[in-house]
């Protein structure tokens, strides 16, 4: 039976795609042909995963704008603030949540980035 493998991209609409391509290449690092992308090779972490999340409302995804959020896989959450901030860019928050570290902040266009490290696998959060 074929079965789904992974995300294959996060897509919406942009006022200047390419003032937002240039964005995320300079504020996060990520260019690609088509637009940011990313090469699942490049993850360090043990059993890497992605989630698609279901919330009621939208309290969770403000002060972004347009009913989602894009959540980013780091290698390192600390460094990448630390690197986000010395750019200038506004973190929103940070918390470390023993399962994995987070930190949010937002694109030119309005949409919340979650920037996330795995600290465990699925089996170590399901055995908690």
Same mark, same amino acid.
């Given at each position: 039976?074929? !079965?789904?493998? /992974?995300?294959?991209?996060?897509?919406?609409? %942009?006022?200047?795609?390419?003032?937002?391509?240039?964005?995320?290449?300079?504020?996060?690092?990520?260019? /690609? #042909?088509?637009?940011?992308?990313?090469?699942? %090779?490049?993850?360090?972490?043990? !059993?890497?995963?992605?989630?698609?999340?279901?919330?009621?409302?939208? @309290?969770? =995804?403000?002060?972004?704008?347009? /009913?989602?959020? =894009?959540?980013?896989?780091v290698d390192d959450c600390?460094?990448?603030?630390?690197?986000? !901030?010395?750019?200038?860019?506004?973190?929103?928050? @940070?918390?470390? #949540? /023993?399962?994995?570290?987070? %930190?949010?902040?937002?694109?030119?266009?309005?949409? !919340?980035? #979650?920037?996330?490290? @795995?600290? @465990?696998?699925? #089996?170590?959060?399901?055995?908690?």
């Amino acid at each position: 039976m074929a !079965k789904v493998t /992974g995300l294959g991209g996060v897509f919406y609409v %942009a006022e200047d795609p390419a003032a937002t391509r240039q964005w995320y290449a300079e504020t996060l690092g990520l260019t /690609g #042909e088509y637009g940011p992308q990313l090469a699942w %090779a490049d993850e360090p972490h043990e !059993k890497p995963y992605s989630l698609i999340s279901h919330f009621p409302d939208d @309290q969770y =995804i403000k002060p972004g704008t347009g /009913g989602f959020m =894009i959540n980013l896989r780091v290698d390192d959450c600390d460094a990448m603030v630390e690197q986000l !901030k010395a750019k200038g860019v506004d973190i929103l928050g @940070q918390v470390d #949540e /023993g399962y994995g570290k987070f %930190a949010w902040l937002l694109d030119p266009n309005g949409v !919340k980035i #979650e920037l996330w490290e @795995q600290v @465990q696998t699925p #089996e170590d959060i399901a055995a908690r």
